[in-house]
T-cell receptor, first 113, second 113 residues
């Protein structure tokens, strides 16, 4: 069984602050993929980033960066210099051998001007 | 044009009515999925299909049925709608193999009175 936990329900920041979203996962598979999705107020789900279990290198893509640590089963996501347009619900998700995508409950980010 | 489309985008219906939600994709993906999202919750898998002849139940399939009419089309039916099926419904697609990254349609907001 797979499980994804996002302990933070809501985060509120002022524009230009950094925001870090926590994600902890559980899986018995050794090969798996982790994702972050964004759901803006308009409701659609947008794929942001993906990381496989064999690559713990942390990366930066524009204002997004992620920290993947297998030792603590964590896949944290950071938005640098937040903007009002970053206000959304962010979902962490996991897929493994069965190809089913398991979602966390989501973290609502509010960026105030 | 959007790669994954869902119709209708919004629907209000009454208890006991039969409802069909449709999903079409132009991404050429083999795999298609139906999820529901309830307020404050992540997404739950209803049904998934890895090809036209392969359909599988997800976590919450009771009260739902699906039809994979073609590689590009996957419809979800509520045979007799009930109020607790009021939710946001998403269709998603992915390519076979690899990371199985899923790409989502814009969602259908269904209200059952």
């Amino acid at each position: 069984a797979q499980k994804v936990t996002q302990a933070q329900t809501e985060i509120s920041v002022v524009e230009k602050e950094d925001v870090t979203l926590d994600c902890v996962y559980e899986t018995r598979d050794t090969t798996y993929y982790l994702f972050w999705y964004k759901q803006p107020p308009s409701g659609e789900l947008v794929f942001l980033i993906r990381r496989n279990s064999f690559d713990e290198q942390n990366e930066i893509s524009g204002r997004y960066s992620w920290n993947f640590q297998k030792s603590t089963s964590s896949f944290n996501f950071t938005i640098t210099a937040s903007q009002v347009v970053d206000s959304a619900v962010y979902f962490c998700a996991l897929t493994a051998r069965d190809y089913k995508l398991s979602f966390g409950a989501g973290t609502t980010v509010t960026v105030r001007a | 044009d959007a790669d994954v489309t869902q119709t209708p985008r919004n629907r209000i219906t009454k208890t006991g009515k039969r409802i069909m939600l449709e999903c079409s994709q132009t991404k050429g993906h083999d795999r298609m999925y139906w999820y529901r999202q309830d307020p404050g919750l992540g997404l739950q898998l209803i049904y998934y299909s890895f090809d036209v002849k392969d359909i599988n139940k997800g976590e919450i399939s009771d009260g739902y049925s699906v039809s994979r009419q073609a590689q590009a089309k996957f419809s979800l039916s509520l045979e007799s709608a009930i109020p607790n099926q009021t939710a946001l419904y998403f269709c998603a697609t992915s390519v076979a193999g690899g990371s199985n990254t899923q790409y989502f349609g814009p969602g259908t907001r269904l209200t059952v009175l």
